[in-house]
């Protein structure tokens, strides 16, 4: 069964920095597109960023280009977020998703997602 699991969420004041850790299960990612989304409430689930199994492409929302940063450890099965300059806006769930094929900024294209982790960054 494929998991993965989202941590490293919490309550941070503006400015701040969180770290978020999404460790994958249940089958090889090799080839996998991952990903970054969140949600916040009353709002659709919006892509932040994702990267490539090589690392080689990555791309990120204009809203958190500069200030976040994706990374991923293959061998560890395991891909991270390090969020700097936190706003309140960016405030919501954030979802960990992985697919295969092309990259994507589109939700629905991924096929397996975490439980979400929740960042609240008060102003």
């Known amino acids: 069964q494929v998991q993965l699991v989202e941590s490293g969420g919490g309550l941070v004041q503006a400015g701040g920095s969180l770290r978020l850790s999404c460790v994958a299960s249940?089958?090889?990612?090799?080839?996998?597109?991952m990903a970054w989304f969140r949600q916040a409430p009353g709002k659709e689930r919006e892509f932040v960023t994702t990267?490539?199994?090589?690392?080689?492409?990555?791309r990120y929302a204009d809203s958190v280009k500069g200030r976040f940063t994706i990374g991923r450890n293959n061998a560890k099965n395991t891909v991270y977020l390090q969020m700097n300059s936190l706003k309140p806006e960016d405030t919501a769930d954030y979802y960990c998703?992985?697919?295969?094929?092309?990259?994507?900024?589109?939700?629905?294209?991924?096929?397996?997602w975490g439980q979400g982790t929740q960042v609240t960054v008060s102003s």
């Open positions: 990267i490539s199994w090589s690392g080689g492409s990555i």
């Open positions: 998703a992985a697919k295969r094929g092309l990259v994507s900024t589109t939700w629905t294209e991924y096929d397996y």
């Open positions: 249940g089958r090889t990612f090799s080839g996998y597109y």
